[in-house]
């Protein structure tokens, strides 16, 4: 089991930059697929990152492909968004997921592990 918490979230102008960090607990979080979601309001929860176990491999969504990276620091035990050129259209809760399985998607019901998500808020 792993327990996710979500932080760097905030208010940010258009065209403007933030970093989010998920810190993991637990001692084995290599095993652990990682990935970033976030949920609009009146919207369904959306995939936007996912980063494999040794990091080597990574995947967005088109949405945000070429704005956004994610990384991770197995020595931390963390997974970061880096988000820039960020829009209105970014605003929304960003949650970090975390699975063990054997193939892990980019759809919510492939991820077991969620933290409680931190708010970002583009503004025009």
């Known amino acids: 089991q792993v327990q996710l918490v979500e932080s760097g979230g905030g208010l940010v102008q258009a065209g403007g930059s933030l970093r989010l960090s998920c810190a993991a607990s637990?001692?084995?979080?290599?095993?652990?697929?990682m990935g970033w979601f976030r949920q609009a309001p009146g919207k369904g929860r959306e995939f936007v990152a996912r980063i494999s176990r040794s990091g080597g491999n990574t995947r967005y969504a088109d949405s945000i492909k070429g704005r956004f990276t994610i990384s991770r620091d197995s020595a931390k035990n963390t997974v970061a968004l880096q988000m820039s050129s960020l829009k209105p259209e970014d605003t929304a809760v960003y949650y970090c997921?975390?699975?063990?399985?054997?193939?892990?998607?980019?759809?919510?019901?492939?991820?077991?592990?969620w933290g409680q998500g931190t708010q970002v808020t583009v503004s025009s």
């Open positions: 637990g001692r084995t979080f290599s095993s652990y697929v």
């Open positions: 997921a975390a699975d063990a399985g054997l193939y892990v998607g980019a759809e919510t019901y492939d991820f077991r592990y």
